[in-house]
Nanobody, 126 residues
Framework: QVQLVQSGGGLVQPGGSLRLSCAAS????????MGWFRQAPGKKRDFVAA????????SYADSVKGRFAISRDSAKSTVYLQMNSLKPEDTAIYYC???????????????????WGQGTQVTVSS
């Protein structure tokens, strides 16, 4: 059984920064890719970023390119999302995701994700 436990998030002013963390556990945990999605109220869950567990290649949604950075610490089985220059439209619940079969290019449809974190609220407001 794979578990993804998220931390971080909260309230930040526009232009500010936040970092999300997602720690994975499970005897058989061996992802090919981990990533982040987000869901704003009344909207569908959207892809944000993904990272290949081996090698560290990354992909991003156009809306966050240049502002967000995904990284991982293999020794800690943890993936991070550093969010800079935050905007009010970044407000959403952010979800960590993992898959043993998807790639950084195919982890775009939430229906295909195998494992989810519990979600954490990010609110960007003055």
């Amino acid at each position: 059984q794979v578990q993804l436990v998220q931390s971080g998030g909260g309230l930040v002013q526009p232009g500010g920064s936040l970092r999300l963390s997602c720690a994975a556990s499970g005897r058989t945990f061996s992802p090919n890719v981990m990533g982040w999605f987000r869901q704003a109220p009344g909207k569908k869950r959207d892809f944000v970023a993904a990272i290949r567990w081996s090698g560290g290649s990354t992909s991003y949604a156009d809306s966050v390119k240049g502002r967000f950075a995904i990284s991982r610490d293999s020794a800690k089985s943890t993936v991070y999302l550093q969010m800079n220059s935050l905007k009010p439209e970044d407000t959403a619940i952010y979800y960590c995701a993992a898959s043993p079969t998807l790639t950084i290019w195919t982890m775009t449809n939430p229906d295909d994700v195998d494992y989810w974190g519990q979600g954490t609220q990010v609110t960007v407001s003055s």
